[in-house]
T-cell receptor, first 113, second 110 residues
Framework: DTEVTQTPKHLVMGMTNKKSLKCEQH?????MYWYKQKAKKPPELMFV???????INESVPSRFSPECPNSSLLNLHLHALQPEDSALYLC????????????FGEGSWLTVV | RKEVEQDPGPFNVPEGATVAFNCTYS??????FFWYRQDCRKEPKLLMS???SGNEDGRFTAQLNRASQYISLLIRDSKLSDSATYLC???????????FGSGTRLSIRP
């Protein structure tokens, strides 16, 4: 069982909606990540937070807005998404950003209609 | 050239066979290496870390060759439950990034 919890597991939203994906971990990890995964493709890194500060943004469109309210929580705010944004969104955490195992949540399946 | 490259497969082998995957990485500054397993419609899960000295966990053996910049995974006596996609993962400390290879699909047949 994963110790990284993501909600919701499934989300269907229209292109004009605003929604958020949430992620929580209680392993004391200080690095948290958002990945996007399309079918039959590997996870693609979107954002990295290290000690609650955004350390990496992989040129993600501004319609995706991450937020790290505290060391245990990571949100991804979604606004004006496109159908091609439909994917599995994976949250992950690790002790530090380097050299340590990354633990993934079960993911949020997002469909944009 | 991709930063981390894997043979996408699929590998289709009989139960009990030995199968090996390779993965190459382009950045010599890479510092951490892992194999993850991902089942269909599930999240990736750590299979094993990969160390310079090589490491073994039951039927699984991982090797790292820094000079040639490749990582390997060997599965012996394969089981039906080994069917999955195997992802090679490389970490770069200078950029605090973790990069996934494209994954190798393995299917074990009875």
């Amino acid at each position: 069982d994963t110790e990284v919890t993501q909600t919701p597991k499934h989300l269907v939203m229209g292109m004009t909606n605003k929604k958020s994906l949430k992620c929580e971990q209680h392993m004391g990890h200080r690095a948290m990540y958002w990945y996007k995964q399309k079918a039959k493709k590997p996870p693609e890194l979107m954002f990295v937070y290290s000690y609650e500060k955004l350390s990496i943004n992989e040129s993600v469109p501004s319609r995706f807005s991450p937020e790290c309210p505290n060391s245990s929580l990571l949100n991804l705010h979604l606004h004006a998404l496109q159908p091609e944004d439909s994917a599995l969104y994976l949250c992950a955490s690790s002790q530090l950003t380097t050299g340590n195992t990354i633990y993934f949540g079960e993911g949020s399946w997002l469909t944009v209609v | 050239r991709k930063e981390v490259e894997q043979d996408p497969g699929p590998f289709n082998v009989p139960e009990g066979a030995t199968v090996a995957f390779n993965c190459t990485y382009s950045n010599s500054a890479s510092q951490s290496f892992f194999w993850y397993r991902q089942d269909c419609r599930k999240e990736p899960k750590l299979l094993m870390s990969v160390y310079s000295s090589g490491n073994e966990d039951g039927r699984f053996t991982a090797q790292l060759n820094r000079a040639s910049q490749y990582i390997s995974l060997l599965i012996r006596d394969s089981k039906l439950s080994d069917s999955a996609t195997y992802l090679c993962v490389v970490g770069y400390s200078s950029a605090s990034k973790i990069i996934f290879g494209s994954g190798t699909r393995l299917s074990i047949r009875p």
